[in-house]
């Protein structure tokens, strides 16, 4: 597996420090899967552009890292199984090459990914356009192998630089603490006996098909326009199609709606198929 190494001094941009600061002023406001997502879209996206990111975090009564994708494009099913499968051959090439790199950022090339096991993986991977991935996470002192969260961000055809190795290892604590923040708050949510009576139309009930495949387009990015010409309707109707969603899941923009939807698990059956 061919690996580009750690991060050398950069030089941040005045645009670039501001984001930085943002990201880390609004990150102790995060508490829920949704708002980690679009924490991930604002200011972070000018620092680590993504539309992939693989998340991590130990869990000690499994006894293993168990991971989640946020992604703001449609991914095949087949490469979400094994990315956020911690046991799977791919992702223990991953966390062992981050480990071997003494945890520090690392670059992995999807081609130079070697091994019969892994195959599969990388050939998926490649197909859809994914040829490197920004790796890095937190392990404990002295102990690389013995992980306490783990990141992967990609995009389709983006290629890794120095510099996207030098901002995660700036944010990474950041990135480490909201994540962690984040799990615990979900467990707290989900270990109540009683949980609260869902707000109105927060139930998959209350998504038509047709809001369902154009949430699916706007996660991928699409304006108006684009889904009107896919669906042979005009941008004012798919707007208002938009508007209808947002005001459902008590969205106040796209991501957000986009975000609320995937923490639902909303789009998991969606097709974009016309």
Known sequence: MQTDQSPTPWEVSDRHAEALVRVIETAVEVRRRYQFFVWTQSN??????????????????????????????SVAPSIMGFLTDGQSAFMQGVLGAWSDNRG???TVKVDAFGGRNTSSARDALQEAGFTELLVHGVSRPQRTSEIESFFILTSPRQHVTEQHRTYIEL?????????????????????????????????????????EQILSWVREGMSNQQIGEKL????????????????????????QAVA????????????NEE
Do not use: W
Not at 234 to 248: E, M
Not at 260 to 271: D, E, I, V, Y
């Open 104 to 106: 520090k950022p690392l």
């Open 232 to 255: 042979t309707i005009s941008p004012l109707t798919v707007k208002n199609h938009v508007q209808k969603i947002l005001r459902k899941l008590g969205a106040t923009n796209r991501a």
């Open 171 to 211: 944010l990474l604590p950041h990135l480490h603490r909201t994540y962690l923040r984040v799990q615990y708050h979900e467990r707290e949510i989900n270990d109540k006996v009683a949980p609260p009576a869902q707000q109105p139309g927060y139930s998959r009930a209350t998504i038509t098909a047709r809001e």
């Open 44 to 73: 972070f996206q000018s620092l680590l552009p993504h539309t992939l990111a693989i998340c991590g975090a130990y869990e000690r009564s499994r006894k293993q890292v168990q991971l989640e994708a946020f992604n703001s494009i």
């Open 260 to 271: 609320r939807a995937m923490s639902m698990n909303l789009l998991g059956s969606s097709s």
